[in-house]
């Protein structure tokens, strides 16, 4: 590693900016004109299965398990690695051109639909929209809930831009980063451990949209399944991560958000859209494959 003196102003070299450099870039906007697609269900989301968009597929997959038929949706795929995040209407939808973003075309006739990004904003709008479903009503269950999702929502970033970026996405392997987000995710970890060693739930007894929103980043983690970094993590130190991970992956809605608009891994579980329930059983990629 050597040293690095910043010059007084910064400009951007596309050649340095690794696995991403064609897509990444200092600015926003769209880069080319694209309308998004658009299903018969009120709900429309566009995504892709990072732990990101597993959070709201899995909560959408969980409120139809509770019998909300209003929660239908069409999930329709955004290949990021591809840029399609930076077309006209994904940038109209979400202007910060991150996956995932949800429009709620629900209201009267004639009304402009909803648009709904970031993740959490997601999580908590459709609590909101059926009931409360998954979110303590008052009180400290619900300022629990709230907390561990926002704690989620900003431990993230050191874990997926910071650890995973420097441990399996950068141009070469350097000693400070990796040991420096190391540290942190390991903290996180311990973080977790330590309080799901007194509890069943990130808020408690009651399964909520703090741990749907925390399962996909650090339950991932914690089972080796993120980074290819378990063993450098030492993920099998966080056994009360591990049993928390396992109860939910158990979860049938789980298991079918989980392989929403997923393009890798085994073809069975591989969703690339989802419009109707039935999909799940006649359109995964094995099934598309099948002769």
Do not use: C
Not at 19 to 39: C, E, M, Y
Not at 105 to 133: C, T
Not at 196 to 203: D, F, I, S
Not at 224 to 246: K, M, N, P
């Amino acid at each position: 590693m050597t040293d690095y003196i910043p010059p007084q102003v910064w400009t951007w070299d596309k050649a340095s900016g690794g696995q991403f450099a064609s897509i990444n870039r200092p600015i926003a906007g769209p880069t080319h004109d694209k309308a998004l697609p658009v299903g018969r269900h009120p709900l429309q989301l566009y995504s892709l299965a990072t732990p990101n968009g597993v959070k709201v597929t899995v909560m959408l997959e969980e409120l139809l398990a509770l019998g909300h038929a209003g929660a239908e949706y069409d999930a329709w795929l955004i290949r990021i690695n591809e840029g399609e995040q930076f077309g006209s209407g994904f940038v109209e939808a979400n202007p910060n051109s991150k996956i995932p973003a949800l429009v709620d075309r629900s209201g009267p006739p004639g009304s402009p639909p909803v648009r709904v990004f970031e993740s959490g904003a997601i999580l908590v709008y459709l609590s909101e929209k059926f009931g409360g479903a998954f979110l303590p009503e008052s009180g400290a269950a619900r300022a629990e809930a709230l907390s561990w999702l926002f704690w989620q929502m900003g431990s993230a970033p050191f874990l997926g831009g910071g650890f995973g970026h420097f441990y399996a996405y950068a141009p070469t392997k350097q000693e400070y980063p990796i040991d420096r987000y190391a540290m942190e995710v390991k903290r996180q970890l311990d973080v977790l451990n330590r309080h799901l060693a007194e509890r069943r739930y990130l808020a408690g007894d009651s399964y909520s949209i703090a741990d749907m929103a925390t399962w996909p980043w650090y339950g991932a983690l914690a089972k080796g399944q993120l980074y290819g970094a378990g063993e450098f993590l030492s993920v099998q130190e966080y056994t009360h991560v591990i049993r928390w991970a396992d109860e939910i992956a158990r979860r049938p809605a789980v298991q079918r958000g989980r392989k929403v608009n997923r393009t890798w891994g085994e073809p069975s579980s591989q969703l690339h859209e989802r419009h109707e329930a039935s999909d799940f059983d006649t359109k995964t990629q094995d099934k598309l494959a099948a002769p």
